[in-house]
Nanobody, 116 residues
Framework: QVQLVESGGGLVQAGGSLRLSCAAS????????MGWFRQAPGKEREFVAV????????HYSDLVKGRFTISRDNAKNTLSLQMNKLEPEDTAVYFC?????????WGQGTQVTVSS
């Protein structure tokens, strides 16, 4: 069974840092582009960052460019998101998923709350 488990969220002050992790199982992880997404209260889920199957290419939302870094470890089937200089606007539930050609069932996500 395909499973995506996010972790690493928490409470942090503006300007602080967090590192999120995504553990994937039940899929050929190494063959998929992987992405991070987030959903703020009352808002639609939005794209945050994506990394190619081999980790050689990355793209970011303009909202996080220069502050967040996406990475992956195909040997461990894990995806990471290093978040620096966090802002209150980054407050959301963060999810991981395949990026293309299809999206898998969403996990529970991990809550990130940034205070002023």
């Amino acid at each position: 069974q395909v499973q995506l488990v996010e972790s690493g969220g928490g409470l942090v002050q503006a300007g602080g840092s967090l590192r999120l992790s995504c553990a994937a199982s039940g899929l050929p992880f190494h063959a998929y582009n992987m992405g991070w997404f987030r959903q703020a209260p009352g808002k639609e889920r939005e794209f945050v960052a994506v990394i190619s199957w081999n980790g050689t290419s990355t793209h970011y939302s303009d909202l996080v460019k220069g502050r967040f870094t996406i990475s992956r470890d195909n040997a461990k089937n894990t995806l990471s998101l290093q978040m620096n200089k966090l802002e209150p606007e980054d407050t959301a539930v963060y999810f991981c998923n395949t990026y293309w050609p299809r999206t898998l069932d969403w996990g529970q996500g991990t809550q990130v709350t940034v205070s002023s």
